[in-house]
């Protein structure tokens, strides 16, 4: 496994805003054998629960290694539930996995929870052979459903015909989506239960500068902080230059979605390497964040814990569903 120390220094130091963050758990929700996430979590997305009380983080696992039929492996997406930060239970199933739609099944879940406690998952469509003419696509589609009691109560539905990696937040009555295509971050909106609406154009640019020349990634959505604004975003982003690969993690913040200010302190943690880190980040009642992060070990990844609020709790979590 990634040492401890190691993996400390990654977040050792965060935005100006937040102070430094400091590792509480390097393997805070772990896979389980005779599970069927026994090959690891990781991709997580995490949101709290308003009605029970507990924290649940989605999370995508491998189920099969790449093959004819999946060149890029089968997936499914399960939950962890906490109600203490501490004790995690697990889905007995998965709540998106393989099925004749798609045969590959599902991958980088976003979880959203109403304050009614209506959970949503979305997730992006993992490539079959038939999909993979001249390369997978990496940005497929995204596929939404409903669950109660933590399972799903139809079929899950196409909702956006390309992209991946989505996170998803409500104002109101109106959701906001952000997600990835072709490396760039674009956004989506729609009434509660309506159609989704795609902007024709991306709301961050990757290559705008050189950390982030190769691409966009992990969007993390969550309220802000009160002002004028009404989200913070979080993400990650590949660079290129003349020593090779480096990542970092940036974020901005919006009063609409359709514009974003990125944190001129940024980027953050930046790392001589081409391997981004999966995350999702939240905001904690009293102005902290708290950061579900995945992490490499040798019995699969893991997601590790961070924050710079150390004695957080799911209860103290903010919800999805902001104030307009």
Do not use: K
């Given at each position: 496994m990634r040492s401890t120390a190691l993996a400390l220094a990654l977040f050792v130091a965060g935005p100006a805003s937040a102070g430094d963050f400091a590792l509480l758990d390097p393997t805070g929700i772990?896979?389980?054998?005779?599970?069927?996430?026994?090959?690891?979590?990781a991709a997580p997305s995490a949101a709290a629960d308003s009605t029970?009380?507990?924290?649940?983080?989605?999370?995508?696992?491998?189920?099969?290694?790449?093959?004819?039929?999946?060149?890029?492996?089968?997936?499914?997406?399960?939950?962890?539930s906490t109600l203490d930060g501490e004790s995690w239970s697990h889905t007995e199933s998965p709540v998106l996995g393989p099925s004749g739609?798609?045969?590959?099944?599902?991958?980088?879940?976003?979880?959203?929870?109403?304050?009614?406690?209506?959970?949503?998952?979305?997730?992006?469509?993992?490539?079959?052979?038939?999909?993979?003419?001249g390369g997978c696509p990496a940005d497929l589609g995204i596929v939404e459903v409903e669950l109660e009691g933590l399972a799903p109560i139809a079929a899950p539905r196409i909702v956006v015909d390309a992209g991946g990696s989505p996170t998803v937040i409500r104002l109101g009555d109106t959701e906001e989506m952000?997600?990835?295509?072709?490396?760039?971050?674009?956004?989506?909106?729609?009434?509660?239960?309506?159609?989704?609406?795609?902007?024709?154009?991306?709301?961050l640019h990757a290559g705008v500068s050189d950390w982030n020349n190769e691409g966009l990634s992990s969007p993390s959505i969550s309220c802000a902080?009160?002002?004028?604004?009404?989200?913070?975003?979080?993400?990650?982003?590949?660079?290129?230059?003349?020593?090779?690969?480096t990542w970092a993690w940036s974020s901005g913040v919006s009063d609409s979605g359709d514009f974003w200010f990125i944190d001129p302190s940024g980027p953050y943690l930046q790392r001589r390497s081409g391997d981004a880190p999966d995350l999702s980040v939240v905001r904690t009642t009293d102005g902290g964040r708290v950061v579900f992060v995945e992490l490499p070990s040798r019995g699969g990844p893991v997601i590790a814990i961070a924050s710079d609020t150390p004695t957080w709790r799911p209860s103290r979590i903010q919800s999805l569903h902001c104030e307009p």
């Amino acid at each position: 496994m990634r040492s401890t120390a190691l993996a400390l220094a990654l977040f050792v130091a965060g935005p100006a805003s937040a102070g430094d963050f400091a590792l509480l758990d390097p393997t805070g929700i772990t896979g389980a054998p005779d599970h069927f996430a026994a090959a690891g979590v990781a991709a997580p997305s995490a949101a709290a629960d308003s009605t029970t009380g507990e924290l649940l983080v989605a999370y995508e696992t491998a189920l099969g290694a790449p093959d004819a039929l999946c060149p890029t492996g089968t997936y499914a997406v399960g939950i962890a539930s906490t109600l203490d930060g501490e004790s995690w239970s697990h889905t007995e199933s998965p709540v998106l996995g393989p099925s004749g739609a798609f045969p590959c099944g599902v991958r980088a879940p976003a979880i959203t929870v109403s304050n009614g406690g209506q959970v949503n998952i979305f997730g992006e469509i993992a490539p079959a052979a038939a999909d993979c003419d001249g390369g997978c696509p990496a940005d497929l589609g995204i596929v939404e459903v409903e669950l109660e009691g933590l399972a799903p109560i139809a079929a899950p539905r196409i909702v956006v015909d390309a992209g991946g990696s989505p996170t998803v937040i409500r104002l109101g009555d109106t959701e906001e989506m952000i997600f990835t295509l072709d490396g760039d971050l674009y956004g989506a909106s729609r009434r509660v239960g309506g159609a989704w609406s795609v902007d024709a154009s991306p709301s961050l640019h990757a290559g705008v500068s050189d950390w982030n020349n190769e691409g966009l990634s992990s969007p993390s959505i969550s309220c802000a902080d009160g002002g004028d604004f009404s989200w913070e975003l979080h993400y990650t982003g590949v660079g290129y230059d003349d020593r090779g690969y480096t990542w970092a993690w940036s974020s901005g913040v919006s009063d609409s979605g359709d514009f974003w200010f990125i944190d001129p302190s940024g980027p953050y943690l930046q790392r001589r390497s081409g391997d981004a880190p999966d995350l999702s980040v939240v905001r904690t009642t009293d102005g902290g964040r708290v950061v579900f992060v995945e992490l490499p070990s040798r019995g699969g990844p893991v997601i590790a814990i961070a924050s710079d609020t150390p004695t957080w709790r799911p209860s103290r979590i903010q919800s999805l569903h902001c104030e307009p």
